[in-house]
C-alpha cells in the first residue's frame, strides 16, 4: 500500500472557499486519478492524468481543477463552484504497463 | 458511458458460509473486470481481477467469473472469515490505455460469527 500519500487526512472549510488536496506518489507511476466517494454511490472519477503536463476530465469534473506539474504529484483543487463538495476523496496511480491502480488513504473534506 | 451496476447493496452471511456479490455492466467493449475490498476507515485494495480473455479466475478462496454474453460478473467467497467483512466494489474499464475504472456501488458484507 505504501508509495501513495494524501494530505491532510481530514479537512475542514468554509463555504465559498476553495481547498486544494494533496497527492503524492513515489511509485514512479505515469498514470494518476481522483475519486470522489459518497456514501451508497460508490467511486466517481473527477480527473485523471496519463503523463505529465496533461490530464482529463472524468464524469464529475465540474467545480474540480487539477495539475500535473511533476510526476510525482496530482494536486486536486476543489472550487467554490463545486456545488457539494463534501466527501471522501481518494487518489490513485498506476504503471501504464499494468491495469491495477493503487489507492491513497484518502482526505475527507467537511465544508461548514 | 458504462455503467455498471452492483447487487446487493448489503449482505450478511454466517461465518464458513460462502457469499456471491454480482455485477452487470453495459458496455460490450469492457475487458478489464477488477474487485476491491474496502474496509473501515481504508483505502480500497484490490483483491482479485479478471480479463475478458478469461471466464474465470480464483485466489485461494476468492474466484471471479465473468459472462460476456450476458454483460455480468459475480465475485463468489468461501468459507468466509470475520476479516472478510469489509464493503466490495466492482469496476470494469476498457484497456485502452486510460484505464478508466467505472465502479459499481457496493456492497457491505458482514460475516456473523
Known amino acids: 500500500d505504501g508509495g501513495i500519500t494524501q494530505s491532510p487526512k481530514y479537512l475542514f472549510r468554509k463555504e465559498g472557499q476553495n481547498v486544494t488536496l494533496s497527492c503524492e506518489q513515489n511509485?514512479?507511476?505515469?498514470?494518476m486519478y481522483w475519486y470522489r466517494q459518497d456514501p451508497g454511490q460508490g467511486l466517481r472519477l473527477i480527473y485523471y492524468s496519463q503523463i505529465v503536463n496533461d490530464f482529463q476530465k472524468g464524469d464529475i469534473a465540474e467545480g474540480y481543477s487539477v495539475s500535473r506539474e511533476k510526476k510525482e504529484s496530482f494536486p486536486l483543487t476543489v472550487t467554490s463552484a463545486q456545488k457539494n463538495p463534501t466527501a471522501f476523496y481518494l487518489c490513485?496511480?498506476?504503471?501504464?504497463?499494468?491495469?491495477?491502480?493503487?489507492f491513497g488513504p484518502g482526505t475527507r473534506l467537511t465544508v461548514l | 458511458g458504462e455503467n455498471v451496476e452492483q447487487h446487493p447493496s448489503t449482505l450478511s452471511v454466517q461465518e464458513g458460509d460462502s457469499a456471491v456479490i454480482k455485477c452487470t455492466y453495459s458496455?460490450?467493449?469492457?475487458?478489464?473486470f477488477p474487485w476491491y475490498k474496502q474496509e473501515l476507515g481504508k483505502r480500497p485494495q484490490l483483491i482479485i481481477d479478471?480479463?475478458?480473455?478469461?471466464g474465470e479466475k480464483k485466489d485461494q478462496r476468492i474466484a471471479v467469473t465473468l459472462n460476456k454474453t450476458a454483460k455480468h460478473f459475480s465475485l463468489h467467497i468461501t468459507e468466509t472469515q470475520p476479516e472478510d467483512s469489509a464493503v466490495y466494489f466492482c469496476a470494469a474499464s476498457i484497456s485502452s490505455g486510460n484505464e478508466k475504472l467505472t465502479f459499481g456501488t457496493g456492497t457491505r458484507l458482514t460475516i456473523i460469527p
Open positions: 479478471i480479463r475478458s480473455n478469461v
Open positions: 458496455d460490450s467493449a469492457s475487458n478489464y
Open positions: 490513485a496511480s498506476r504503471d501504464t504497463n499494468y491495469n491495477e491502480q493503487f
Open positions: 511509485l514512479n507511476h505515469d498514470a
